[in-house]
């Protein structure tokens, strides 16, 4: 990693139990503005906590996690909120959408929330929805699409509000190849535009191909590999 | 697979004789194909004049098959470089990964960093291949697709194998035929004295990679 480059989101040390279970043992990673980063590694390993330290939605017992120059635990939460719904996104493997909210609705509320006007807040979802593909299902509801389509909606939703970090985790886990791929194709393709960094978590090692560059966690530490010279 | 640096892997856990080295690279590496015996002679005869191993002791009676051979600094030197060099991404290429896991155990080495190097090195090239993918037309994106797949299934193998590198170990161990001590204890008998130095470093190796014993999901 260059150091003359001030990372936009930063982990050092991060340490994390559930009760006895240790989630975390020393993680750290550091992201740079627009880049795409798989987190890989075996069931368990404390991917998804990893993640969610990141994003602010668990707090560390030990360790600090940097966004820009703040510390996020330091953070009171009203202000930490403030961060997750303006600078972040979330893409999760399901169940994201809600359910009574058409897809057009859906992508426009983190607007909405923002407190945009209802007509300039869809006109921009629907700009989303075409650039992921997914115009033609807008005015249906969650549960009448595919999956593919539906993370693709998501996708639409986590961009929506032009983030500086796309969090991912697992987003093509319940698709097949040929919806995963296009998934993948245009996640990474519509946050480099937009220039998200996006943090993906996933096991497969087609969707971390997406990435440009992948960190290892096992047993709650992170691996950085050193390739030998040649 | 490359029967000089296994040889080369198996002299640094110990010292050994050619009918030695033949028998353990047979057994562990040989896939029902044994190696020649000239095959055995004129490698170590070649690694012998490149110096990287050294005889260390022959034993009464002379002839090629008496002689009892060590690695040297050099040869310790040239497995160190290829155990950290990841391979190139290939077909078939399972016998020589094996291989690698197994020696770097048997050395005492980080296993799990073999593994971690070669998946790096793997992703890298699928790396290239979606960017090329994403460039190309209909066929590209095929052919790229089946490259991808297949290097997907040797990283599920090297991620399987991480998550079992402990087990590997303990097998190692108890698996691993001693090698017979010098000339003075191989006249004495056959009952040379078993799980020596190679297998108890095998156990802490796997250990120190700190591999987790967990299985992949999926
Ligand atoms: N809310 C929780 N309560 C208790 N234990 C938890 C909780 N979340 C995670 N864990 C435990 O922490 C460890 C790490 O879990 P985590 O979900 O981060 O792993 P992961 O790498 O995302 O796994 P997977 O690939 O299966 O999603 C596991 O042992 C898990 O059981
Ligand atoms: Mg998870």
Known sequence: MSTEEQPLLAAVALHKAYGATPALDGASLAIRAGEVVAVMGPSGSGKSTLLHCLAGIVRPDAGAVRYRDRELSAMPDAERSALRRGEFGFVFQFG???????????VALPLRLAGVRRREAERRAAEWLAR???????????????GGQGQRVAVARALVTAPRVIFADEPTGALDSLNGEQVMRLLTGAAREAGAAVVLVTHEPRVAAYADREIVVRDGRTRETVLADR | MSIGQTFLGLLEASPRHGYELKRVYDERFGQGRPLHYGQVYSTLARL????LVSVDGVEPGAGPERKRYAITEAGVTDVRRWLAQPEKPDAYLQNTLYAKVVLGLLTGRDAADILDVQ???HLRLMRTLTRRKADGDLADQLICDFALFHLEADLRWLELTAARLDQLA??????????QAGPAAAQAGPAAPQGGPPAAQAGTAARRGGSTGREVSA
């Open chain 2, 170 to 179: 303990t097998t190692l161990a108890s698996t691993t035929p001693a090698p």
């Open chain 2, 48 to 51: 012998l004049k490149s110096g």
């Open chain 2, 119 to 121: 998946r790096a090195e």
């Open chain 1, 132 to 146: 992921l593909e997914v115009t033609d299902v807008a005015g249906q509801r969650p549960g009448g699409v595919s």
């Open chain 1, 96 to 106: 994201q959408l809600v359910p009574e909210l058409t897809c057009l609705e859906n």
